[in-house]
């Protein structure tokens, strides 16, 4: 094709290209135009938030990939506490501090599912299935999730967590390296999707592992642009529709295969059928929630697992306190490590682990990357004297609290020996790990639990300790990175696990 200068030259070449070129530079040219017309800045008065410097479609990408570093700059740059960028045609708030905190978690108009949707972008809507949920049958899920936690399921479910755990950490072998973000993550994929569905599929560790390659390709094939037009086929959206397919026809096999087959079998597939629920309920279930637990779980057992590696006091500390749980609740004749821990009861596990519990706390402040989303609802309202309009979307990250060196001095540093920091009125709400005000999350009971029964086998059947890239042990934990909005994963290699078995059967 001749080079070509000037806007007659380039129409020619353009209407003599053949229709692949043509469609291509057509979709270019419309991409630049909306992106440019759809995210330019609305008009606001004193009341609006000030918004970020630069073209307005530049917030795009660093939302996505480094909202961690991306907030923090909006902070320091607009020298306000509140401040505002457009995603399209979309605004969106971003909030910090005391007072916003209390009113971002209280606020009645702010809806959790609405901003969750358009912000995170990690499941395709399949409407009815993952998005335009009715709130009645929203509010019928939650109140199964309830059902699993009530004492006598969560219960049950103690001695099948262990035995999927036991089972996953034999194939660790005697001795060995492992990168705590595969591996521990994928136990705790495990043990939720065999808290959360049905034992056609947990039992079939094939089909686990399937199903996990499947959620990560949800999470990881999620670009600014597969949520900013969900509408358009690129190869990113495409391959998260086709996950998504597949994930719902493994759930519909095997609800499928448990109707046909009249057999009842004890696990949270068959409270839910003899529940007579709607199958839309059923599938919203286990897709939804395994989405919502996995990951949380398998991100904070992975940084448990890493800190206790770099941390032995505190690794000694957490072993000791299982141990002696160990003595007074269970017979030692007995002939694993996972048998001796079923016999622990639950309100035991719940009351009597102060250890176990401030690590998990002092792991959540320190590496769980969340940002809250919400979109208002309700009518405008005001957040550190700024307008929040109706129908904006508003972000208050966790790290605001959690990072902050005045609430918890020297941040970074893993210390599950810090006081729990009380509210007052001028600090309101100094805790969020586990969510607060109207939204808190309804799976606390079984993800503690999870969590405190595969740590206390890990600790129990493994020795550990933390090894760097280059073989050496490391002076400190890596740093969390809170870019890594899924897992807070630090650089790949940065640090692995080192392992031994103990004598002691699993
Ligand atoms: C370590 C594990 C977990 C952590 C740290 C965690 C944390 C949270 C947080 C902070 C929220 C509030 C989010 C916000 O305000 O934006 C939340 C909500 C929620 N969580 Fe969890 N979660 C965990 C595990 C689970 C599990 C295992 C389930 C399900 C079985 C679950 C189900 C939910 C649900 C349904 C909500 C939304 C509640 C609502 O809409 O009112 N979570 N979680």
């Not at 779980?297 to 697992?305: V, Y």
């Not at 939204?439 to 206390?456: D, F, M, N, S």
């Amino acid at each position: 094709m001749p080079y070509t200068i000037g806007l007659p030259s380039a129409a020619s070449a353009f209407l003599s290209a053949g229709f692949a070129t043509q469609f291509s530079v057509a979709v270019v040219i419309c991409l630049v135009i909306v992106l440019i017309t759809a995210s330019l800045p609305p008009e606001g008065g004193d009341e609006a938030p000030k918004s970020l410097p630069g073209l307005p479609f530049l917030s795009i990408v660093p939302f996505f990939r480094q909202r961690y570093d991306f907030l923090n700059w909006g902070f320091r740059i607009t020298g306000q506490s509140t401040f505002q960028f457009q995603l399209m045609n979309n605004t969106v708030i971003a909030v910090s501090g005391a007072s916003a905190r209390r009113a971002f978690f209280y606020a009645k108009g702010f809806d959790l599912t609405e901003g969750f949707k358009f912000l995170s972008g990690a499941i395709p809507m399949v409407r009815g299935v993952t998005s335009g949920i009715q709130t009645k049958r929203i509010s019928t899920i939650h109140k199964r999730l309830a059902a699993v936690q009530k004492n006598a399921s969560l219960s049950e479910l103690i001695p099948a967590i262990l035995e999927d755990s036991r089972r996953i950490l034999e194939s660790y072998g005697t001795s060995g390296i492992f990168d705590p973000f595969d591996k521990i993550y994928e136990l705790m994929f495990q043990t939720t999707v065999r808290s959360l569905s049905a034992s056609e599929i947990s039992d079939d560790a094939a089909l686990v592992a399937r199903l996990k390659t499947l959620y990560d390709r949800l999470d990881t094939g999620t670009t600014p642009a597969t949520v900013l037009l969900p509408w358009f086929p690129t190869p990113a959206m495409i391959k998260k529709i086709w996950a998504t397919k597949e994930i719902y026809d493994i759930v519909v096999r095997a609800i499928d295969a448990r109707e046909q087959s009249g057999v009842s079998r004890n696990d949270t597939l068959q409270m839910l059928v003899d529940a007579g629920d709607e199958r839309l309920v059923v599938v919203g279930f286990i897709m939804g929630l395994l989405i919502a637990g996995a990951r949380a779980t398998g991100t904070t057992a992975s940084w448990i697992i890493t800190f206790l590696g770099g941390h032995a006091d505190w690794r000694h500390k957490a072993k000791t306190e299982v141990e002696s749980l160990l003595a007074t609740y269970s017979d030692a004749t007995m002939s694993s490590f996972s048998a001796r821990l079923a016999e622990i009861p639950l309100e035991i596990w719940e009351s009597q682990t102060p250890v176990l519990d401030a690590i998990i706390r002092e792991t959540l402040r320190v590496a769980q990357p969340h940002t809250a989303m919400r979109r208002n609802l309700g009518p405008e309202v005001y957040i550190n004297d700024k307008s929040i309009p109706s129908g904006a979307y508003v972000v208050y990250p966790f790290s605001d609290v959690h990072l902050d060196p005045e609430i918890y001095p020297d941040p970074w540093r893993f210390d599950p020996s810090r006081k729990e920091v009380e509210p007052t009125a001028d600090l309101p709400l100094p805790y969020v790990g586990w969510g607060v005000g109207k939204t808190t999350c309804l799976g606390t009971r079984l993800a503690k639990i999870e969590l405190k029964l595969t740590v206390a086998l890990f600790l129990l059947g493994f020795d550990h300790v933390l090894v760097s890239g280059d073989g050496n042990t490391p002076t400190a934990p890596p740093k969390p990175n809170w870019n890594d909005i899924l897992q807070c994963r630090p650089p790949h290699g940065a640090c692995s696990v080192k392992y031994t078995r103990t004598a002691f059967a699993l």
